[in-house]
């Protein structure tokens, strides 16, 4: 049986861990070709195999990477039809706390590098009338403490989500975003440092517990898939309703 992303070519960043990982295995999974980017170049050629995908090593900080990441992918693949801008990076504190090395870097990893990247793939993406999903956060749509960065920098994400799907509807390309709450990955277990506050998170989620990586890669993979093909300049909350105000 065919999967909901057959024959479609999917580039995915961060995709050696976490949630850029678990939506590797998804689209490939629902038959997607999966092209993935990432730091890790041991873990990211050894997933790309087991995925029979290709893996090319990038910082996307760096203004080069967006255009050598589209140009490899056309490369590899002769097309592109779905992008997921998954990596990103998390900085605790607040204004007082946050110096201005660590706000530029969050702008520069969780947003700079979104714009650039969507923007060097639109090309491709509208020759395929193809999709681009962002992975912000629920920070972006409500407010957190201690987190003044990272929530401003996936707040710019969720509203670069609208914008470019306004932009680019006519293109026929659909531009949305995942919005996950607390999720158990390793940037989240780096943050609690103890199973004790890991376990506090989750019973703070209306839901009673902290979301999987699994959970975001399907939604990620519906937005993708035709299913949602009349859903543009969305912003799915993945969050066991932490959220909900």
């Not at 689209?27 to 050894?46: C, D, I, K, P, W």
């Not at 790309?48 to 080069?64: R, V």
């Not at 987190?147 to 914008?163: F, M, N």
Request: hydrophobic share 55%; net charge neutral; aromatic share 4%.
């Amino acid at each position: 049986m065919s999967g909901r992303l057959q024959g479609k070519v999917a580039l995915i960043t961060g995709a050696t861990a976490g949630i850029g990982l678990a939506t590797a295995r998804k689209f490939a999974a629902e038959g997607a070709r999966v092209l993935l980017s990432g730091r890790n170049e041991a873990a990211g050629t050894a997933v790309a195999a087991a995925l029979g995908g290709a893996f090319m090593a990038a910082d996307l900080s760096a203004p080069e990477s967006a255009a050598r990441l589209v140009d490899w992918a056309e490369a590899t693949a002769g097309r592109l039809d779905v992008l997921v801008n998954n990596a990103g990076i998390l900085f605790q504190g607040d204004a007082l706390a946050c110096t201005d090395a660590q706000w530029d870097q969050t702008m520069l990893v969780n947003v700079t590098a979104v714009f650039r990247l969507s923007r060097a793939a639109l090309g491709l993406l509208g020759r395929a009338r193809g999709v681009i999903v962002n992975v912000a956060s629920d920070w972006g749509l409500v407010a957190a403490d201690a987190a003044v960065a990272y929530g401003t920098s996936k707040g710019a994400v969720v509203q670069l989500t609208r914008s470019m799907a306004k932009d680019h509807a006519r293109q026929g390309v659909r531009v949305n975003a995942v919005c996950p709450g607390d999720t158990d990955t390793a940037m989240l277990r780096a943050e609690a440092g103890s199973e004790a506050r890991m376990a506090a998170l989750a019973a703070a989620i209306p839901l009673g517990r902290l979301g999987r990586p699994e959970d975001v890669a399907a939604a990620i993979a519906f937005l993708a898939s035709d299913e949602a093909s009349f859903i543009t300049g969305a912003a799915l909350a993945v969050d066991g309703g932490n959220s909900v105000v």
